[in-house]
């Protein structure tokens, strides 16, 4: 396993975040227009947590999943 500095490890989990965001959305089926809609949230801002133009906030991120019954949750990162 590599070994990472703390902010190449932080970038790696915030990847793997929005990776199983976006992987989420697609097996919903859910266009961002549509996920947005859904959470009083407007597409835009799905997109920019998608293509990681800006760090997405945690109240945002679980606005946006909680009509789908998902939240966010702290896990145990594997290897360590």
Do not use: W
């Not at 975040?17 to 976006?22: E, P, Q, S």
């Not at 947005?36 to 679980?62: C, D, F, M, W, Y």
Request: with cysteine; net charge negative; charged share 30%.
């Amino acid at each position: 396993m590599k070994k990472f500095n703390n902010e190449e490890r932080v970038a790696e989990l915030e990847y793997k975040l929005i990776c199983d965001f976006i992987k989420l959305r697609g097996e919903l089926g859910l266009t961002q227009k549509e996920m947005g809609e859904a959470s009083n949230t407007i597409r835009e801002i799905i997109a920019v947590i998608e293509t990681q133009k800006k760090h997405p906030q945690i109240n945002t991120l679980i606005k946006i999943l909680e009509p789908y019954g998902y939240t966010l949750s702290i896990t145990k990162i594997e290897g360590e």
